[in-house]
């Protein structure tokens, strides 16, 4: 009786852990899934600034980045409501990836403001502000990075590349 028990014992951990294990990639992956959904339109809207800057058209990148800052907002929100698996370090690979968002979108207001100064004095405060943001992408991407490796092997998989 008790080699039994102890057998539907360990066949319910192991089919938990598979299902934590499971459920802990997939979480990573919609993340990610919502990080990558974001590449083609920060590809157009980076040619668009830059085109926009070469003519002067301060206005229409203030529009493009506002445009853009909306759109990583709304994953941002995806991401804070996404219900966190039951799987080690979860919540914190949830915040890392909020964080993550929240660089994105400091990048894109940075655009929007700078596209809305009044002048080319206000114009060169703000896009001092906006390379400060440029140069803590290295920091950034790491950050998230590490927060993720940490998360899969926390739980057991590998990241897909």
Do not use: H, W
Not at 48 to 69: C, L, P, T, W
Not at 70 to 89: N, R, S, Y
Not at 121 to 128: A, F, G, L, S, T
Request: glycine letters at 4%; charged letters at 35%.
């Amino acid at each position: 009786m008790r080699k039994q028990l102890f057998a539907v014992v360990m066949a319910a951990a192991l089919l938990t852990s598979c299902g934590s294990k499971k459920a802990a990639f997939q979480f990573s992956q919609d993340i990610v899934k919502k990080e990558r959904s974001l590449i083609t339109d920060i590809e157009k809207t980076e040619d668009a600034v830059e085109r926009y800057n070469a003519a002067e058209q301060f206005d229409s990148i203030a529009i493009v980045g506002e445009k853009m800052e909306k759109l990583i907002d709304e994953k941002m929100q995806e991401i804070k409501a996404m219900k966190a698996p039951k799987a080690k370090g979860a919540e914190e690979f949830k915040s890392a990836a909020v964080r993550y968002f929240e660089f994105m979108k400091s990048l894109y207001t940075g655009y929007k403001n700078y596209g809305k100064a009044p002048s080319a004095e206000e114009r060169d405060k703000v896009i001092q502000d906006v390379m400060d943001i440029v140069n803590k992408k290295d920091e950034a991407i790491k950050d998230m990075q590490t927060a993720q490796k940490k998360y899969a092997d926390d739980n057991g998989f590998k990241l897909e590349n």
